[in-house]
């Protein structure tokens, strides 16, 4: 049983993200520098959020229990907020690298856009480091010894984890297209939606052990960037119309000039 619960939550949590890699990035060596690199930025946004959790937990009184989840509710809002700074100076970062890819380019292009660079590196190496470090601790204790709920306690906990980890990865990548989109068009409203929804998706895991209360939120939220991504991506209704006819028929989409 604990082995059906570990492949389980790891094929839900990490699946779809995997069909991403291997069918978008896992093709070209430069996207999986430019994902490597980006979950190294959310890696130092952890550390620094960790460090700070941690100084000021060790200062206070570990008896004093509203003090406690106020610090940890502080903790995770202060996280939050690093890695969406983490985002934009990486955002920055990879705008000097095109202005040298440019420069070194003979056709005066660089090899990879603004768009996909948002898409490979701010969403899912952000997701995928994110989602990574959400499970894995999970993971192995799913392995086992033990039967979930044996206690008392939810049996979905395992479940609804994997769920949650899966829908902030796919998060990351939304708003990974919509936080670049917004910096390269001076769109700071934009920015400011990605921080509100960030913090909101991150808020309401204070919820559990009432998992509807995250999860339905949060798949809303994700539902909204989604379509909203998509069409900062040049997507349209009708291009999915189109899209959805032509995967009915059988046929290949045709492109039109």
């Known amino acids: ?36 690199a980006g979950a190294f930025f959310w890696l130092v946004s952890l550390l620094l959020s960790s460090l700070i959790w941690f ?52 056709d005066g292009c660089s090899p990879i856009s603004i768009q996909q660079m948002a898409y490979a590196v701010a969403g899912v190496g952000f997701g995928l480091m994110s989602g990574t470090f959400s499970m894995i601790n999970l993971l192995a204790d799913a392995l086992g010894p033990g039967t979930t709920g044996i206690h008392g306690d939810s049996q979905l906990y395992f479940l609804t984890s994997a769920f949650m980890t899966m829908v902030l990865i796919f998060l990351h990548t939304f708003w990974g297209i919509l936080f670049f989109h917004g ?40 539902a909204t960037a989604a379509t909203w991504a998509y069409l900062l991506s040049g997507g349209s209704a009708q291009n999915l119309r189109r899209f959805l006819l032509c995967l009915w028929s059988g046929a290949s989409p045709q492109l039109e000039s």
């Not at 069909?19 to 994902?35: C, G, H, N, V, Y």
């Not at 390269?184 to 559990?208: D, K, P, Q, Y």
Request: hydrophobic share 55%; charged share 15%.
């Open 1 to 36: 049983m604990t082995l059906a619960i570990f492949f389980g939550c790891t094929f839900i949590a990490f699946g779809p993200v995997f069909s991403l890699f291997l069918f978008t990035i896992a093709r070209d060596p430069l996207r999986i520098i430019i994902l490597i």
């Open 183 to 222: 910096c390269e068009h001076r769109r700071w409203w934009e920015i400011t939606a990605v921080v509100i929804m960030h913090l909101a998706v991150s808020g309401s895991t204070f919820c559990n052990p009432l998992y509807m209360g995250s999860l339905v939120p949060s798949y809303l939220l994700m």
């Open 55 to 106: 100084i000021t937990v060790k200062a206070s009184d570990p008896r004093d229990e509203p003090l406690q989840k106020g610090l940890l509710i502080f903790g995770v809002m202060f996280s939050v907020l690093l890695q969406e700074v983490f985002r934009f100076l990486y955002y920055k970062l990879l705008r000097k690298a095109i202005e040298g890819l440019v420069a070194l380019s003979e």
